[in-house]
């Protein structure tokens, strides 16, 4: 069974930064591109990022890229998401998910982060 | 950039009614990028069609999808109580490289 965990989620003072993972079994993690999303009320659902199944390119969202960071460690079967400079904006549910021909056929159960003073 | 727009933004609708969700887009999008996902309260969305009308594993044939170029849809042919949540069409394209719609919630009249 596909798995999708995050974790690394909380509470956080504008400026700070957070290491969201997730961690993916039921599934050769090496042979999947896996991407970032967030979602809020307001916003619904946003891309945040993605990035390739070796973990050489990543690709980010205008309002993320400089200060967030998407790399893998695939010997680990995990996903990471550093995020760095955070603004109350940032404030979202953050789901992983798997990337398949421009689809995500599954998802994490998604992970809170709260950027406020 | 492109933009889906989704409506109604609200259906309240009966266990055995049949619906169609629209999704258009500002620009033609690829029918092979053309997804739907069905997302329910505390849950993480869950991919319905691909390919704007391949099932996923899973999923009741009662779902199906259609559309090309601008605009698409999504039929329940009819509704059961465990259908009544938020739909999302997405699309997968160069700018962004993902979007979603605003999502169409049902809800039991």
């Known amino acids: 069974e596909v798995q999708l965990v995050e974790s690394g989620g909380g509470l956080v003072k504008p400026g700070g930064s957070l290491r969201l993972s997730c961690a993916a079994s039921g599934f050769k993690f090496d042979t999947y591109s896996m991407n970032w999303f967030r979602q809020t009320p307001g916003r619904g659902l946003d891309w945040v990022s993605s990035i390739t199944w070796t973990g050489d390119k990543a690709y980010y969202a205008e309002s993320v890229r400089g200060r967030f960071t998407n790399y893998r460690d695939n010997a680990k079967n995990s996903l990471y998401l550093q995020m760095n400079s955070l603004r109350a904006e940032d404030t979202a549910i953050y789901y992983c998910?798997?990337?398949?021909?421009?689809?995500?056929?599954?998802w994490g159960q998604g992970i809170l982060v709260t950027v406020s003073s | 950039d492109i933009v889906l727009t989704q409506s109604p933004g609200t259906l309240s609708l009966s266990p055995g009614d049949r619906v169609t969700l629209s999704c258009r887009a500002s620009q033609r999008v690829d029918s092979l990028y053309l997804a739907w996902y069905q997302q329910k309260p505390g849950q993480s969305p869950r991919l319905l069609i691909s390919?704007?009308?391949t099932r996923a594993t899973g999923v009741p044939d009662r779902f199906s999808g259609s559309g090309s170029g601008t605009d698409f849809t999504l039929t329940i042919s009819r509704l059961e109580p465990e259908d009544f949540a938020v739909y999302y069409c997405q699309q997968y394209g160069n700018s962004p490289r993902y979007s979603f719609g605003q999502g169409t919630k049902l809800e039991i009249k």
């Open positions: 998910a798997r990337l398949i021909n421009g689809y995500q056929d599954h």
């Open positions: 390919a704007t009308s």
